[in-house]
T-cell receptor, first 115, second 112 residues
Framework: DAEITQSPRHKITETGRQVTLACHQT?????MFWYRQDLGHGLRLIHY???????NKGEVSDGYSVSRSNTEDLPLTLESAASSQTSVYFC??????????????FGPGTRLTVL | KQEVTQIPAALSVPEGENLVLNCSFT??????LQWFRQDPGKGLTSLLL?????REQTSGRLNASLDKSSGRSTLYIAASQPGDSATYLC???????????FGRGTSLIVHP
């Protein structure tokens, strides 16, 4: 069955370190998204991609970067981790913006703690 | 900018009740609306997606309706069970980027 996987599932790091969260989907979807979920803020979009070599900033992109070198993967990098980036991170994918039934599917999440 | 509101924020009901969760949005020019379920500590699971041309979708005990003109969607859960306890989120795709905007969710507890 097609799925989205995220790794690691839990990560503890220190302020100032570079951290990369992995997202891999086997749906062969063009669109991929990264969100963070925090109490009081709900889900907020960090970055998204409509296909290979395409990346776009979301509403909370400062301090984060992504790159899309293939269809299956969209890694999220925290350049210099800050305590404010402690959160649960979700990756999602959907088929294509022009698809008639553009359902979004989510990964299980990564809980990141920055000390 | 699309804004999505879900009321109530929390709901507690006895098992067996039929219940309605509400989702309202400010921009009626939408592409689709999707309902999700999220269990504590888990990711989001897609429940139903309604395209802009549709009025409702059904899956088992769940029925979602869409009224674009009034900017509202409802998720109807029939004969609620304790296993339905979770947070329910709606997401509305609109605007040139097709990016879904999420509501804050309704936290549902169904007690035996």
């Amino acid at each position: 069955d097609a799925e989205i996987t995220q790794s690691p599932r839990h990560k503890i790091t220190e302020t100032g370190r570079q951290v990369t969260l992995a997202c891999h989907q086997t749906w062969n979807h063009n669109n991929m998204f990264w969100y963070r979920q925090d109490l009081g803020h709900g889900l907020r979009l960090i970055h998204y991609s409509y296909g290979v070599q395409d990346t776009n900033k979301g509403e909370v992109s400062d301090g984060y970067s992504v790159s899309r070198s293939n269809t299956e993967d969209l890694p999220l990098t925290l350049e210099s981790a800050a305590s404010s980036q402690t959160s649960v991170y979700f990756c999602a994918s959907s088929e294509d913006v022009l698809a008639a039934y553009n359902e979004q599917f989510f990964g299980p999440g990564t809980r990141l703690t920055v000390l | 900018k699309q804004e999505v509101t879900q009321i109530p924020a929390a709901l507690s009901v006895p098992e067996g009740e039929n219940l309605v969760l509400n989702c309202s949005f400010t921009d009626s020019a939408i592409y689709n609306l999707q309902w999700f379920r999220q269990d504590p500590g888990k990711g989001l699971t897609s429940l139903l997606l309604i395209q802009s041309s549709q009025r409702e979708q059904t899956s088992g005990r769940l029925n979602a309706s869409l009224d674009k003109s009034s900017g509202r969607s409802t998720l109807y859960i029939a004969a609620s069970q304790p296993g339905d306890s979770a947070t329910y989120l709606c997401a509305v795709a609109s605007g040139g980027s097709y990016i879904p905007t999420f509501g804050r969710g309704t936290s549902l507890i169904v007690h035996p």
